[in-house]
């Protein structure tokens, strides 16, 4: 079945460590992204990529990174500098408005809750 | 800069329509999109709408947009308790970036 596969769904780190959250997915869609959803804070882009090898950052991009090295995976490593790393990870993946026709959805995994001891 | 706003609350009885408001603040926008997130549950896309376009409508949902004021509504005809839920709204600019607003909570009183 096609969808977006995140992992994993529940991560505690030691303050001061690197963590890698996975996404892949197997829907071809060419734009992909991670979102950081906070209580009464709503859904705040963290990086989006529009198409292999090319990511930019979005609003709260400090202290994260970023690969798309293939169309499939767009990993997060969320690095000791994020100063509040706690919080439920979203990715999230859609056609590109380059493809002919409307983008349509954007299609979300599960989450990745992180946990910073 | 990029925004997107939308008030947090709003209670309605059950039965009447529910009136969700956005505004947004950058108008090379593509698509607008209302997602709804259950409580425990993943934002599940209900409707979206072009930018060139004024009204869409799809069965109880009617979205209207006003490009002039920037402004977005999702109105739901005859709320359920099954309605109860945050809903987001999204903006969608050209080089794919897509912005959310903090959601809007919405109670169904009895």
Redesign the interface.
């Known amino acids: 079945d096609g969808g977006i596969t995140q992992s994993p769904k529940y991560l505690f780190r030691k303050e001061g460590q690197n963590v890698t959250l996975s996404c892949e997915q197997n829907l071809n869609h060419d734009?992909m992204?991670w979102?950081r959803q906070d209580p009464?804070?709503?859904?705040?882009?963290i990086y989006?990529s529009?198409i292999v090898n090319d990511f930019?950052k979005?609003?709260i991009a400090e202290g994260y990174s970023v690969s798309r090295e293939k169309k499939e995976s767009f990993p997060l490593t969320v690095t000791s500098a994020q100063k509040n790393p706690t919080a439920f990870y979203?990715c999230a993946s859609?056609p590109?408005?380059?493809d002919r026709g409307?983008?349509?959805?954007?299609f979300?995994g599960?989450?990745s809750r992180l946990t910073v001891l | 800069g990029?925004d997107v706003e939308q008030s947090?609350f709003l209670s309605v009885r059950e039965g009447d329509s529910s009136v969700i408001n956005c505004t947004y603040t950058d108008s090379s926008s593509?698509?607008l999109?209302w997602?709804k997130q259950e409580p425990g549950a993943?934002?599940q896309?209900l409707t979206?709408i072009?930018s060139n376009m004024d009204m869409k409508q799809d069965q109880r949902l009617t979205v209207l947009l006003n490009k002039k004021d920037k402004h977005l509504s999702l109105r739901i005809a005859d709320t359920q308790t099954g309605d109860s839920a945050i809903y987001?709204c999204?903006e969608?600019y050209?080089?794919?970036?897509?912005?959310?607003?903090?959601?809007t909570r919405l109670h169904i009183l009895p």
Do not use: H
């Open positions: 734009a992204y979102y009464g804070q709503g859904l705040r882009l989006y529009q930019q979005g609003d979203l859609s590109s408005t380059r409307p983008p349509g959805e954007l979300f599960e989450g | 990029e947090l593509t698509y999109y997602y993943g934002l896309l979206y072009f987001f999204a969608r050209r080089d794919d970036k897509i912005i959310f607003g903090k959601g």
